[in-house]
């Protein structure tokens, strides 16, 4: 099992299709949050472009891709960007317990 950061960058003038669809994307990550999929995730302040970061624990890269291909924020379009980074953890919750470092 491996920890993911996913980031999400907005696509522009989505505000509106984002409000129209959060019930649905909400319910989505609630569903992966309840499973233990889903570690932690929230949007990027007001200063920020507007955009969201997920931590994901699962088995790939690819894994992570299937999953958030069917979030409704990404399915409707609303998403413009989308990084998965595999994340190693040195310091915190699910730090590799063999301590390594890049």
């Known amino acids: 099992m491996g920890t993911f950061a996913v980031t999400y960058a907005?696509?522009?003038n989505s505000s509106t299709g984002r409000d129209e669809h959060r019930p649905r994307h909400v319910e989505?990550?609630?569903?992966?949050?309840?499973?233990?999929?889903?570690v932690k995730s929230g949007p990027f302040g007001p200063e920020e472009d507007p955009g969201a970061l997920l931590i994901i624990?699962?088995?790939s890269k690819a894994d992570v891709e299937a999953l958030m291909n069917q979030d409704p924020f990404y399915l409707n379009g609303l998403v413009e960007q989308r990084t998965?980074?595999?994340?190693?953890?040195?310091?915190?919750?699910?730090?590799?317990?063999?301590?390594t470092r890049n």
């Not at 989505?28 to 889903?38: I, K, M, R, S, Y």
């Not at 998965?84 to 301590?99: E, P």
Request: cysteine-free.
């Open 10 to 12: 907005y696509a522009a």
């Open 28 to 38: 989505f990550l609630q569903e992966q949050f309840d499973v233990g999929t889903l």
């Open 57 to 59: 624990e699962a088995g």
């Open 84 to 99: 998965i980074r595999q994340w190693n953890i040195v310091f915190g919750a699910h730090a590799a317990a063999d301590g």
